[in-house]
């Protein structure tokens, strides 16, 4: 279903209800569930500003139709071993089709977000989680520039994917990866995610959130 820029803009930022991501001392302890609700934020603007570790500040915003050509040079910047942790198996560039399909989302069964340079021109990092009506869970990706790594802004997007996820009914997030993407793994375990070392196959690694937990958590510190 092709899903127009505003139902999707609408759809993904009744969720991003976050303030601006200030700097924060790079061992802060910080549940990403408990953040308020604070920016409203318009169709018209183009990102919300967020900020790196080393005060670099980036524009966040869901993926439109019109992204296809920075996706693609996104993914061309990045590295073989990120493209194998991305997506599994060498992928040389991001067919055309592929990425045009990534830039039209459902809303009904998916939020995807990137952020940008401050111009808009390149992409830096792109998010999603896809949506299961049935198991109530929400299955995550993501890629980061490798320009842009170690800076906090894979920590950033899946953040505001998990409020995503239970702004959309989901019980649980979760996603596989490969059992030596230490960084993805160091970057989920900081989010409270538990692994679980696949049975079917040994190299992979599944790592889940129970958000029911995680809202009782929340529940807990605004009482
Ligand atoms: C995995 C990936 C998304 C991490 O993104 P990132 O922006 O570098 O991660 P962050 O800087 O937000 O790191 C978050 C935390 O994880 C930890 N971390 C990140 N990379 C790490 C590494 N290589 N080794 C150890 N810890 C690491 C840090 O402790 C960091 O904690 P902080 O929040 O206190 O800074 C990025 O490396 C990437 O795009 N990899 C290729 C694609 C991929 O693997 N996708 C995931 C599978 S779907």
């Known amino acids: 279903m092709v ?31 408990t953040a308020p609700a604070a920016h409203q934020w318009t169709a018209a603007e183009p990102g919300k500003p967020i900020f790196l570790h080393d005060g670099a500040m980036l524009l966040l915003r869901p993926i439109a139709p019109g992204d296809v050509e920075a996706l693609m040079r996104a993914f061309k910047r990045m ?31 998916a939020v995807a977000l990137v952020a940008t340079d401050p111009d808009g021109a390149e992409i830096r990092g792109e998010a999603r989680v896809h949506f299961d009506a049935v198991t109530l869970a929400a299955e995550l990706a993501l890629a980061i520039d490798p ?38 793994l160091a970057l989920t375990r900081r989010l409270g995610f538990t692994h679980d070392r696949k049975r079917d196959d040994a190299s992979l690694v ?9 809202a009782a958590h929340e529940l807990d510190t605004s009482s």
């Open 79 to 109: 590295t073989p071993e990120q493209v194998r942790a991305r997506v599994f198996h060498a992928l040389s560039e991001l067919p055309a089709p592929v990425a045009r399909a990534m830039c039209q989302v459902d809303p009904g069964q």
């Open 206 to 214: 599944r790592f889940f959130l129970n958000l029911d937990s995680a």
């Open 3 to 33: 899903c127009s820029n505003s139902v999707l803009q609408d759809a993904a930022m009744n969720v991003l209800e976050l303030p601006p991501i200030r700097p924060s001392s790079r061992h802060a302890s910080r549940n990403p569930l």
């Open 147 to 184: 320009q842009f790594i170690g800076k906090g802004l894979g920590r950033i997007l899946v953040e505001h994917l998990i409020r995503a996820a239970r702004a959309h009914g989901m019980r649980e997030i979760w996603g596989d990866t490969q059992a030596g993407n230490f960084a993805m």
